[in-house]
């Protein structure tokens, strides 16, 4: 799979994973354990973006 296309893959779930998340809490009674589980999805979805945007981004040189 294309570097770009897997991002902007991750990026769309980073993204549909955050409206959940704010629909649940939205929620009178959020339900603890969805939200635990949402956000650890969402931060580990949030890595692996971030790992790739460093690996398609030329290398900067340091002085």
Known sequence: MDLAV????L???HAE???EIETE?????PDEVRM???KK???KLKDEITDLQR?????????
């Open 41 to 43: 999805q969402k931060l």
């Open 36 to 38: 635990s589980a949402l």
């Open 17 to 19: 994973i955050e409206r």
């Open 25 to 29: 809490n939205a929620k009178p009674a």
């Open 6 to 9: 897997r991002l902007n893959s």
């Open 55 to 63: 690996r398609s981004s030329p290398a900067v040189a340091s002085a």
């Open 11 to 13: 990026m769309a779930k």
